[in-house]
């Protein structure tokens, strides 16, 4: 067993919908989560920005003593989770394989989508990855830079016209190529579920990166006996931007009230 926390960072709140599942799969673990709010997106930065900003993160995680890393962000796992791995010094899972293996293995047609932000579709790291476990497989991969700021402004139900307006648009070549399986690949877009699923039917099913990533991350701390065992977890939250903020939003990523949980951190002082 090993009671040392989890660490977890995104660039913004998106990477709460990871938590969730976290925590649901593993409730006696303990969480720190850090959420980049004063420089979301990453989805539009350089892959020079964005190793820049995620070991900036990294360095802030590390100054808990943790058991492991949780990245979160779709965008830092397809352009610089190499880079962060062989910094050392914790196990570091992305969201890139674990979804990549279960789209893979999902599939009925081998006609796969991917929805993602700029950053992660330019990197080819999806394609790659799928190639690797099913060189068969026909990707689709879209760009849908709209959704990461939508979803954090909180324009993300059923019936709301403007991200039903922009989802529609955004899916239509994804229709056109008749994937029947799609990578979710943000964790700002869970809370788009019903929106997606309610355009692209019934037949075509959702991969959420966050819940995959979740249970690699608990199979890894399984097979190294690194789960904290019996007892209720806890978790941190700390964001770049204003605490009072980011608490009355993350609810709608995490499902559970975070008033008093969270503390600003300066992390350009890592």
Do not use: W
């Amino acid at each position: 067993m090993n009671p040392r926390p989890i660490g977890v960072f995104d660039s913004g709140m998106g990477g709460l919908t990871a938590v969730r599942q976290l925590r649901r799969l593993m409730p006696s673990e303990h969480i720190i989560y850090f959420g980049d709010t004063a420089r979301v997106p990453y989805g539009n930065r350089s892959r020079e920005t964005l190793l820049q900003y995620a070991r900036q993160d990294m360095r802030f995680l590390r100054s808990f003593d943790l058991k492991a890393v949780l990245v979160a962000c779709g965008t830092v796992s397809a352009n610089c989770l190499e880079d962060l791995q062989a910094d050392g010094g914790v196990p570091v899972t992305g969201v890139v394989e674990p979804a990549a293996a279960r789209a893979a293995e999902t599939t009925r047609t081998g006609r796969v989508g991917l929805i993602a932000t700029r950053a992660s579709v330019a990197s080819g790291a999806y394609e790659r990855a799928m190639s690797r476990i099913a060189p068969e497989l026909k990707v689709t991969a879209l760009a849908c830079p709209l959704f990461v700021p939508l979803v954090e402004e909180g324009r993300c139900q059923p019936g709301d016209v403007v991200i039903e307006t922009v989802a529609r648009e955004y899916l239509a070549p994804l229709k056109e190529a008749g994937v029947d399986t799609l990578i979710l690949g943000c964790t700002h877009y869970p809370l788009l579920q019903d929106v997606i699923g309610g355009i692209m039917g019934p037949g075509v099913q959702l991969i959420d990166v966050g819940g995959e990533a979740a249970a690699a991350c608990r199979n890894l701390l399984a097979e190294q006996d690194a789960l904290a065992g019996q007892g209720t977890g806890s978790i941190c939250c700390y964001t770049s931007d204003r605490a009072a903020n980011f608490a009355r939003l993350a609810s709608l990523f995490l499902g559970e009230d975070l008033a008093g949980r969270v503390e600003h951190v300066d992390i350009a002082q890592y």
